[in-house]
């Protein structure tokens, strides 16, 4: 945050820019006075990211721009296990019962996909998000940094031609909320609720992404659901 903050005041009250990783300007300041500030601020959005296939941005040019992601010292936030996007298949793999596994568009079961209405689908991805959590606290942070705890876990829709779970109950919840993001959101909220009694300070973040773009009528992001727009 110290950084965030550094950067930001060079650039409204100094004037500095940096137009791109390789390019940045630093007007004359030999007049220059440091001005009398009192001034706080908290970011209207918890993570932010300019992402591109091909990263030639580097860190430092990250940073400068109030970038969460992949800045450069770590400084932003971390994105938890198993991976920063696209992670309903890997959850997928904990739902073995062939009864509450996804059904796909064929009408038939795929088992890459997560069922978004089924109780049981919820607190089975719940506990295994609870898990990733434990280990990654574990694993990934030595002792005394525990500021570096990851504080997103990522919940969201597996890449391109994917459809999502096309049951009997998760079409008439996306019919009822006009998209799929309907169905979608509510799931992502009740596995965050369950993860939430537990680890509070987590935020569950999900894609409108795809067929999940459409916003739905009524339901919303509970407090510790980000979504994130792709």
Sequence with gaps: ALAYGIYAFLEEHAG??????DTE?????SGWK????????RPAILDREMYVASDYMDGYWRLRNKETMRAAFRAGVSVGSPRQCHTFAVYAKAVTNDALKAIGISGKVNGS???????????????????????????????GCEYLYPSIYELSQNDGGSAGCRCKDCAEFCRREGSWAGPNLDFVNGVAEIVG?????????????SYTELPPKTIRARDNVQVRFC
Excluded: G, H, N
């Design 25 to 29: 300007y630093i007007p004359d300041l």
């Design 197 to 209: 009694r537990e680890f509070p300070e987590i935020t569950v973040r999900t894609f409108a992404y």
């Design 16 to 21: 500095v820019r940096w137009y791109a990783y």
């Design 34 to 41: 440091i001005p009398r500030l009192d001034v706080s601020r």
């Design 113 to 143: 996909e997560l069922c978004m209405t089924k109780k049981e689908v919820r607190r089975i991805v719940a506990q295994q998000m609870i898990r990733y959590i434990k280990a990654d606290r574990k694993a990934k942070v030595p002792a």
